[in-house]
């Protein structure tokens, strides 16, 4: 069962400030997560993780998280100026980008933050811009497929990100000549992995790296990055992840392969999204027509503009009827948004409670990658976000889009 963390009485009073659709977080949820987390790898004296601004790029919510002790993520110049604009700067910024432009590589090391090079030949394009600074990162590919005992998780050979195992060794050795002091090491290898293995199966293949990289060169790093990709359960058959078993997991790798190299120094960090954020974020609309042709359709108020991941994954996310939480499912229906694309179908042959006009609809796990991914096809307009504060009041994070907003690029040719 997924519960919503809002009441039907609750979005009735939120509606008469906030017009439906609208995302909102909660700020508990949030927080007890983020201290679990923490927790769950406070044996690592360096461990630190760095929110992944794309998940969800609001600074209310990276502020939030910096209060918990966590930096920002980057992968673009308007993240760069997000997280420098809420006070998170220097070594707080993990700047992991590909296809990277040299104005963003730039502002990265102007804000000192520890950029993750992508690729071998950015070595030489950072150089040419600005130097390579004393604290580098390298990311790494490994190739093939990326399995966990006989399931395969991830198909690394086909990403584009990250460098062969080669490369990497090579990297590390010119950034050396070059004047860096402080090595990192960053993959990532399969995304919203629901398993408690994921964290420790790559921690493992990336600390046997490590002590091959300090017997071939010399060079010993100080911080393993494992990144994302830890996953949460969007159906609700699904067991969450143990966050205190994972740190464990990879604790036990550390303990196995690090320590006994001398390698016991280094520090672990993470650049989770989806885990921080994804089951503390409601997209929040309202069921706005009925219609029954060859199939049982509700139409919303919202589309894929607000929720892109159904449209383009054909993700599933599970749908709350906010009042008829104990009523049985004997309805089946097609929930639809308005863009002219029959993929803008929040859920296919669901089966949910009756759902009369006017019933609001609370679509669970959007904490992450909702929002975010949102684009304005059919001149559509991206909505508000709320925050579901602590002490339980409710507040505007981002006011949503306005025609104005939508027209605003067009000027000389448009005035409103
Ligand atoms: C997207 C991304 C993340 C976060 O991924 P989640 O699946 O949301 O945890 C972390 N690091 C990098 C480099 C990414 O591109």
């Not at 992995?193 to 790093?221: R, S």
Request: hydrophobic letters at 35%.
């Amino acid at each position: 069962m997924k519960k919503p963390f809002v009441t039907k009485e609750k979005i009735e009073d939120i509606v008469k400030s906030y017009p439906t659709p609208f995302h909102i977080y909660d700020e508990k949820g949030i927080r007890e997560n983020a201290r679990k987390l923490k927790e769950a790898f406070s044996w690592n004296k360096g461990y630190k993780e760095y929110f992944a601004v794309k998940a969800t790029p609001n600074p209310t919510i990276l502020r939030i998280l910096n209060e918990e002790g966590c930096g920002t993520d980057c992968s673009s110049m308007a993240e760069l100026l997000m997280s420098e604009k809420v006070g998170i700067v220097g070594s707080n910024i993990m700047f992991s980008s590909n296809d990277t432009p040299a104005e963003e590589f730039e502002y990265a090391a102007k804000l000192g933050a520890t950029i993750n090079l992508d690729d071998y030949t950015h070595i030489d394009f950072l150089n040419d811009i600005c130097g390579i600074p004393e604290t580098i990162s390298c990311r790494y590919n490994p190739g093939g497929t990326f399995s966990i005992s006989t399931t395969i998780m991830d198909n690394p050979g086909d990403a584009k990100y990250g460098m062969t195992k080669d490369q990497l060794f090579d990297a590390y050795v010119r950034l050396k000549e070059l004047g860096a002091k402080r090595f990192g090491l960053h993959s990532f290898l399969a995304s919203n992995t629901v398993t408690n293995e994921y964290y420790p199966t790559l921690a493992k293949i990336l600390f046997e790296l490590a002590v091959e990289l300090k017997e071939k060169t010399g060079i010993e790093l100080s911080f393993i990055n494992l990144s994302g990709g830890i996953g949460i359960p969007y159906t609700p058959d699904k067991e969450p992840n143990d966050i205190m078993a994972i740190g464990q997991g990879v604790k036990e790798a550390f303990e196995e392969v690090l320590v006994p190299a001398g390698l016991g120094d280094i520090s672990i960090f993470t650049e989770l999204g989806r885990f921080m954020l994804a089951p503390y974020g409601h997209l929040v609309t309202k069921a706005i027509h009925e219609k029954h042709t060859h199939k049982e359709y509700i139409g919303v108020d919202a589309c894929a503009v607000n929720l892109m991941r159904p449209a383009m994954y054909g993700a599933y996310h599970h749908i709350t009827v906010l009042g008829k939480e104990n009523e049985p499912a004997t309805y089946t229906y097609d929930v639809t948004g308005s863009l002219c694309e029959n993929n803008d179908k929040f859920a296919i042959d669901r089966k949910l409670p009756k759902i009369d006009k006017g019933d609001y609809l609370v679509i669970h796990d959007t904490g992450a990658h909702g929002f975010a991914m949102g684009y304005n096809y059919n001149g559509k307009l991206k909505s508000a976000e709320l925050l579901l504060c602590e002490d339980n009041s409710v507040k505007m994070i981002r006011r949503a889009e306005t025609v104005n907003d939508y027209f605003a690029t067009l000027e000389g040719y448009w005035e409103v």
